[in-house]
């Protein structure tokens, strides 16, 4: 250990950078091995590339209900050498079959994938950054720039007008916002890659810029056919719940005696999420058509997919003309 990384030096540069905050009395926990996630704790130090990073606490999980399940491979973090906030992102491998209708997806972890994307989208608006580096054991280890904002799931939930209201005066600018999305999937598919978890909950909107930025794309899949296949689905899911203002849930309308119950067959489900109403058109009649024919290739009455994220972004772009 050298005098970067001592326990004296990085006693000083914790007052430096967190004046408040109070430095363990005990030894500190220095680690340069991340195998053990789980080891990595509060207060402890992990050394990357001659840089010590303070751990302040796990990150949790957002997705649909899992709010407050921690992500133990996944630190809050502060770079004692200059002060700034970080995530890291630690080696963690999980492995398992989606499906897509009757298509089966082998979905599972790649850290080496997530390095390679962050490098190939350095500087890119509509992403998150960092860089990875790898451990005394060889682990790949992400460490990225913190951004300060809410998911886009969080802004749309947040907003309280009604559908009609929200559709011609927040949704114009949240759907072209939303192409620039879809242009920066379309730039990662044009490279070979994939993003691999598309989710509402994996779009943060930037405080300072108010751009979206897609995060977290180590996931990775497998399948012979249409290998931007997950990636199409994810999008046609956001598009779906951003111009529904939410999703439209048949167990919510059976549970309210909902009219539009009476409109709704199979065919205006969600291909997977069958109890998610697609077809917003029949819902909200002033969706225009060439919107609602965008959203109808994600349902069970569809015989048409889209193979490349240019394709949706081609038909995108008619309907922003079309508004």
């Known amino acids: 250990m050298n005098d970067l990384t001592s326990q004296e030096a990085i006693r000083r540069m914790v007052q430096r950078w967190l004046p408040s905050y109070p430095v363990p009395a005990h030894r500190l926990h220095i680690h340069t091995d991340t195998s053990d996630f789980y080891n990595v704790d509060y207060n402890d130090v992990v050394i990357l590339g001659q840089r010590p990073y303070l751990i302040r606490h796990n990150a949790k999980e957002g997705r649909f209900g899992l709010e407050d399940e921690v992500k133990f491979w996944v630190k809050s973090a502060v770079d004692l050498s200059n002060g700034h906030r970080k995530i890291i992102k630690l080696v963690f491998y999980e492995r398992f079959m989606s499906h897509i209708g009757d298509i089966e997806f082998e979905c599972f972890r790649s850290p080496k994938k997530e390095a390679r994307i962050l490098e190939l989208v350095a500087g890119h608006k509509n992403f998150m950054h960092g860089h990875a580096i790898k451990d005394e054991k060889d682990n790949i280890i992400r460490i990225l720039d913190f951004i300060s904002g809410k998911t886009l799931a969080h802004h749309i939930g947040s907003i309280a007008m009604d559908h009609e209201t929200y559709f011609y005066q927040q949704f114009p600018d949240i759907f072209n916002r939303f192409i620039e999305c879809v242009e920066a999937i379309r730039f990662l598919h044009e490279h070979g890659e994939r993003h691999g978890d598309i989710r509402r909950d994996h779009i943060l909107i930037d405080r300072q810029t108010a751009t979206y930025r897609w995060i977290d794309f180590d996931f990775n899949y497998r399948h012979r056919e249409n290998i931007?296949?997950?990636?199409?689905?994810?999008?046609?899911?956001?598009?779906?719940?951003?111009?529904?203002?939410?999703?439209?849930?048949?167990?919510?309308?059976?549970?309210?005696?909902?009219?539009?119950?009476?409109?709704?067959?199979?065919?205006?489900?969600?291909?997977?999420?069958?109890?998610?109403?697609?077809?917003?058109?029949?819902?909200?009649?002033?969706?225009?058509?060439?919107?609602?024919?965008?959203?109808?290739?994600?349902?069970?009455?569809?015989n048409r997919f889209y193979d490349h994220a240019r394709q949706i972004l081609c038909d995108l772009e008619q309907v922003r003309w079309d508004s």
């Open 228 to 302: 931007y296949g997950y990636d199409l689905f994810g999008l046609g899911n956001v598009l779906v719940y951003l111009a529904g203002k939410g999703d439209v849930l048949i167990p919510d309308l059976r549970g309210n005696a909902h009219p539009w119950l009476d409109i709704i067959d199979e065919s205006d489900l969600n291909i997977v999420f069958r109890n998610r109403v697609v077809n917003l058109r029949k819902l909200y009649p002033y969706i225009p058509e060439s919107l609602n024919r965008i959203l109808l290739h994600f349902s069970r009455g569809s």
